[in-house]
């Protein structure tokens, strides 16, 4: 059996309890580490707090094993009850729908364990669910990379009026606002300096920080580290204005 557990979206106490009890009763654990990250990262003592609470040793599964040595999870889980490890929910990255999809190929049995994510989560800023349009991912840019597949998407939802989640590479540099501008050579322009967003760290942690403004002013705000989202604001309804005046810069 192949338990394919969420963890939540702060750190290793987030889990669900029946999460726990499944971890807890695994031959093998692996811990996806490259679509997401919990707030308190990956390193050898961060590691060993998730260790200490699972009662298991845990085995990194970087993006390689992921996505191309995966199959060697899957003939584990065909003898064995193995939990593989997805911060916050199971179905949050595509990644994760492929591996249910491969494991059923493969005659492998597969329960999921939903947590919360940053797709339920982002409420907390005040701006209402199905309010949201498509939401999209933006790469860290290089000299050499700066993709532009996004944009057209961003447009889309504002044509309609509806806030667009961006969630950001998890890399601690974001795109700046001057390559972000460089696409109005390119497209219609979706969005100006001026444009209401809101900076979102740390979604679900204790120390989560929420900061709205004009997308310009929002570059002299220090966010910490990761992880890191942006949400472009569409068509408000005075609900939602009341709730974001709290987190308005001044």
């Not at 085995?59 to 040595?69: F, I, S």
């Not at 800023?125 to 498509?134: A, S, T």
């Not at 998890?170 to 501008?181: D, G, Q």
Request: glycine share 8%; with cysteine; net charge negative.
């Amino acid at each position: 059996m192949l338990y394919i557990v969420g963890l939540g979206l702060g750190d290793e106490r987030d889990i669900t309890v029946r999460g726990l009890d499944t971890v807890r009763s695994c031959s093998k654990i692996y811990m996806e580490a490259y679509t997401s990250l919990l707030s308190l990262g990956l390193d050898p003592a961060a590691l060993a707090n998730l260790e200490k609470l699972y009662g298991k040793e845990i085995t990194v599964a970087d993006r390689e094993m992921v996505e191309d040595r995966v199959d060697q999870v899957l003939s584990k889980a065909a003898d064995t009850d193995v939990a593989f490890l997805v911060v916050g929910d199971p179905f949050g990255a595509t990644t994760h729908t492929d591996l249910v999809v491969r494991a059923k190929k493969m005659g492998v049995e597969v329960k999921v364990i939903h947590n919360a994510s940053v797709m339920n989560a982002i409420g907390v800023c005040g701006l209402q669910l199905y309010r949201y349009g498509e939401t999209i991912s933006i790469p860290f840019f290089t000299d050499e990379w700066r993709p532009d597949s996004f944009y057209e998407k961003i447009q889309n939802n504002r044509k309609l009026g509806l806030h667009t989640l961006c969630l950001l590479d998890i890399r601690v540099k974001e795109p700046t606002w001057e390559s972000l501008a460089r696409f109005k050579d390119h497209f219609l322009p979706a969005y100006g300096r001026d444009t209401l967003c809101i900076g979102v760290a740390r979604l679900g942690s204790d120390d989560q920080k929420i900061v709205a403004g004009p997308m310009e002013k929002l570059l002299d705000v220090d966010f910490g580290p990761p992880l890191h989202c942006l949400i472009i604001v569409g068509e408000t309804h005075p609900l939602e204005e009341e709730m974001l005046e709290f987190y308005m810069i001044k």
